[in-house]
């Protein structure tokens, strides 16, 4: 399954933009503002396909009978770049436990790079809804490496993909590799460059963020 914000219009698509702007994203407040935002989006889409309990509620005047969740999923994310789009759907899923991993691209001296994955943070996630979101999903390779991780280890229920931006490459390579993820996206855009960054993209997200790294 794959839903692409990009083919329904909705303001979603305003934050998408001004992410992608070179101008406006140079307001690292705003760049993670709108990430958030895109994760609150999202959170709110996945959110229908979740489960629900019905329950009665105690207004000051009576009885009302809700659909309430019935249980939270967990939040996954990929450091650096991967924290406010975790925050927006935290801010929605507000009760989640959330999980954490290291994983970055380790450039070799011959430009080619590795995924180099250095600390898992995570609750148990046996039976549990799982989201793992990561803003740019290039080649693939370090949101593949990092679910594996996750499944090794658990008996995950479900697992969700959220990207902002999305490649046709790195989309085919998450459909290879977990068949059975459904991914939500931003954008697929067609191309990358010689180094894998998507193009049109938006550059370096995690710089974007917090800062060029050195
Ligand atoms: O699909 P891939 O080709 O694996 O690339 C995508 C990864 O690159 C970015 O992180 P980066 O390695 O730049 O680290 P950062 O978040 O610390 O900036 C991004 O947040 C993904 O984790
Ligand atoms: O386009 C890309 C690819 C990887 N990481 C980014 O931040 N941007
Ligand atoms: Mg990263």
Same mark, same amino acid.
């Given at each position: ?9 909705? =303001? $979603?698509? !305003? ?18 503002? *709108? ?23 105690? !207004? ?30 935290? *801010? ?29 943070? !995570? ?42 931006? $999305? ?11 977990? %068949?059975? $993820?459904?991914?939500?996206?931003? $954008? =697929? ?10 193009? %049109? ?14």
């Amino acid at each position: 399954m794959i839903f692409d914000l990009s083919k329904t219009q909705s =303001i $979603a698509n !305003t934050f998408i933009a001004e992410l992608r702007d070179e101008n406006i994203q140079k307001d690292s407040m705003r760049f993670r503002k *709108n990430m958030e935002r895109v994760g609150e989006f999202f959170a709110y889409e996945i959110s229908k396909s979740l489960k629900y309990t019905s329950t009665e509620v105690t !207004t000051p005047l009576g009885i009302s009978k809700c659909e309430v969740l019935t249980d939270q999923p967990v939040l996954a994310t990929i450091l650096r770049a991967g924290l406010p789009l975790q925050q927006g759907l935290l *801010n929605i899923f507000d009760k989640a436990e959330c999980c954490f991993i290291s994983a970055y691209r380790k450039v070799k001296k011959s430009g080619d790079f590795i995924i180099q994955m250095d600390y898992v943070s !995570t609750p148990d996630l046996d039976s549990r809804v799982l989201i793992m979101a990561d803003p740019m999903l290039a080649t693939g390779q370090s949101m593949v490496m990092c679910c594996k991780e996750l499944i090794n280890r658990y008996k995950i229920a479900e697992l969700h993909i959220v990207a902002a931006i $999305a490649s046709s490459e790195g989309v085919a390579h998450v459909r290879a590799n977990l %068949p059975k $993820a459904k991914l939500w996206l931003g $954008a =697929i855009d067609e191309e990358m460059t010689s180094k894998s960054y998507i193009v %049109p993209g938006l550059g370096d997200a995690g710089d974007l963020a917090y800062g060029e790294k050195v």
